[in-house]
């Protein structure tokens, strides 16, 4: 079946790390994307990993997939409050073309 | 590069009537894909077009409909509004036919009344 869950809701200090956490139930998901979403704003496309990666590194983003468990998390480093938004996980799968099964977001808000 | 965009940003409708939302894709993008944005059921795919063709659809009455012109512009039609219509609709746009990485217009906020 087709499910992406997200814990709905994180609290950091400014200055630590954000670790974002994301499930999924499909084994034949392909990619795993990291999208951001502001207030009133759409969707930024922060990173994606391919499904036989382990882990991908972009400046202050971390990914990291364990494919076993069909676990993806996201890990914000040195979290500022402009990262203060709500972040979605999304899956594709082969043969889906583009598209996209999202969780239900994780609000992350940073305080000083 | 412009990125996505779409027109109009924000709509206003009563309950019975039809819309239409327009989106321009990236240049050179070829694949649009549309999305319905609500507090009760999140992000939802509706249909992607590639190359004029829908190649793919959701879970989406048949009163949802869209297409795709030669120079890749997309249009969704919503016929006979109904109140749960209201929502933010997204377009993505990518750039080949296979699933990689797919960029999102700002949205058109669509509220039924």
């Known amino acids: 079946g087709e499910d992406v869950e997200q814990s709905l809701f994180l609290s950091v200090r400014e200055g630590d790390s954000s670790v974002i956490n994301c499930t999924y139930t499909d084994s034949s998901s392909t990619y795993l994307y990291w999208y951001k979403q502001e207030p009133g704003a759409g969707l930024q496309l922060l990173t994606y990993?391919?499904?036989?990666?382990d882990m991908k590194q972009d400046q202050r983003l971390t990914v990291l997939l364990n494919k076993k468990d069909k676990h993806l998390s996201l890990r914000i480093a040195d979290t500022q409050t402009g990262d203060s938004a709500i972040y979605f996980c999304a899956e594709s799968k082969a043969g889906g073309y583009n598209k996209l099964i999202f969780g239900a977001g994780t609000r992350l808000a940073v305080h000083p | 590069k412009a990125g996505v965009t779409q027109t109009p940003r924000y709509l206003i409708k009563t309950r019975g009537q039809q819309v239409t939302l327009s989106c321009s894709p990236i240049s050179g993008h070829r694949s649009v894909s549309w999305y319905q944005q609500t507090p009760g059921q999140g992000l939802q795919f509706l249909f992607e077009y590639f190359s004029e063709t829908q190649r793919n659809k959701g879970n989406f009455p048949g009163r949802f409909s869209g297409r795709q012109f030669s120079n890749s512009r997309s249009e969704m039609n919503v016929s006979t509004l109904e109140l749960g219509d209201s929502a933010l609709y997204l377009c993505?746009?990518?750039?080949?036919?296979?699933?990689?990485?797919?960029?999102f217009g700002p949205g058109t906020r669509l509220t039924v009344t």
């Open positions: 993505a746009s990518s750039s080949s036919g296979g699933v990689y990485e797919q960029y």
């Open positions: 990993i391919f499904s036989n990666m």
